[in-house]
């Protein structure tokens, strides 16, 4: 699903609202949680999951073409944790050894 699929979902969902509230709605939802992730905040959301920051520590990696060393610096990236309710939802529904449906 993308942003475009949501926003759609959203509007089709809730006909009081129009495609532009509902576009406004997600954005400002997303540029909310971005926010707060950027400040080092955790973002918990009961029945779907938590959003957190994790820090990969500096390592040495090596350039594919040459095989010298490279230094990779240290990286703060955004880790999402399924919920319980959300990790059942999708083993109730997708089979075990079936491929994903197709979008």
């Known amino acids: 699903m993308t942003r475009s699929d949501l926003v759609a ?11 532009r509230d509902t576009e406004f709605a997600v954005k400002t939802i997303l540029d909310a949680m971005s926010d707060a992730l950027s400040r080092g ?14 820090r990969r520590p500096p390592r040495v990696g090596r350039n594919p073409r040459s095989g010298e060393q490279v230094t990779i ?6 880790h999402f944790k399924p919920g319980k309710a959300l990790r059942e939802a999708v083993d109730a529904r997708v089979p075990v050894g079936d491929p994903p449906p197709a979008p």
Do not use: C, M, W
């Open 9 to 19: 979902a959203l509007a089709d969902k809730f006909g009081q609202l129009t495609q």
């Open 73 to 78: 610096p240290e990286k703060l990236v955004p």
């Open 41 to 54: 905040h955790r973002i918990e959301i009961r029945g779907f999951g938590s959003f957190s920051i994790n």
